[in-house]
């Protein structure tokens, strides 16, 4: 069965430090990676997606990933991390004709003002 | 806009009572809805999903069904509520043009069951 798997559970770090959460899937065939962001009290919302071509994504809010196919991976990156990315973020697959999306636990982000 | 909405935020309920939580969509026709549930420490679990007025495919065998009796309307319930069904029940939306359609969530209801 396909998974994906979100490595850090809680990730805190200062303001300016750079951030990366690993994301990886288990699927052989073709893949659409996301990642979502839920910040607190408001609704779970799309941060970006890839489907194909360049590997590198760009995203809301200054956030990057780089799907790395060889590595089954989606990682989630920002150089410059503020106060008001704090949130959980969680990482998912789509497979299938029906787009079902299989989300990773997620992972809370803290950062300290 | 497109718009989704849940009902009700929160709720409490004894175990062994029904449930019915209600999601519904504005702005869109014919869109593909979805049930998960993100219980603790868990992450979002699919369970139900459907592309059309009657048409549901379960992901996970549960004592939870769902229903689509409008085209905008999609229904979880279930008649005899576990306590291992507490969680946090999103409702989602995805347009139908291709299976790449981006998801888009509502606020969600927390459920505890007692």
């Known amino acids: 069965a396909q998974s994906v798997s979100q490595h850090n559970h809680h990730v805190i770090l200062s303001e300016a430090a750079s951030l990366e959460l690993g994301c990886n899937y288990s699927?052989?065939?073709?893949?659409?990676l996301f990642w979502y962001v839920q910040y607190p009290g408001q609704h779970l919302q799309l941060l970006l997606k890839y489907f194909s071509g360049d590997p590198l994504v760009k995203g809301i809010k200054g956030f990057e990933a780089e799907f790395i196919k060889s590595k089954f991976s989606f990682n989630l990156r920002k150089p410059s991390v503020q106060w008001s990315d704090t949130a959980e973020y969680f990482c998912?697959?789509?497979?299938?004709?029906?787009?079902?999306?299989?989300f990773g636990k997620g992972t809370k982000l803290s950062v300290k003002p | 806009s497109q718009t989704i909405h849940q009902w009700p935020a929160t709720l409490v309920q004894p175990v062994g009572s029904p449930l019915s939580l209600e999601c519904t969509v504005e702005?869109?026709?014919?869109?593909?809805l979805y049930w998960y549930r993100q219980a603790a420490g868990r992450g979002l679990q699919l369970l139900f999903y459907?592309?059309?007025?009657?048409?549901i495919s379960s992901e996970v065998p549960q004592n939870l069904s769902a229903s689509r009796p409008q085209d905008r309307q999609f229904i979880l319930s279930s008649k005899k509520l576990l306590l291992s069904d507490s969680g946090f029940y999103l409702c989602a939306w995805s347009g139908v043009r291709s299976w790449r359609e981006t998801q888009y969530f509502g606020p969600g209801t927390r459920l505890l069951v007692l």
């Open positions: 699927y052989g065939g073709t893949v659409n």
């Open positions: 459907s592309v059309g007025i009657g048409q």
């Open positions: 998912a697959v789509n497979v299938g004709s029906q787009g079902n999306l299989i």
């Open positions: 702005g869109t026709s014919n869109p593909n």
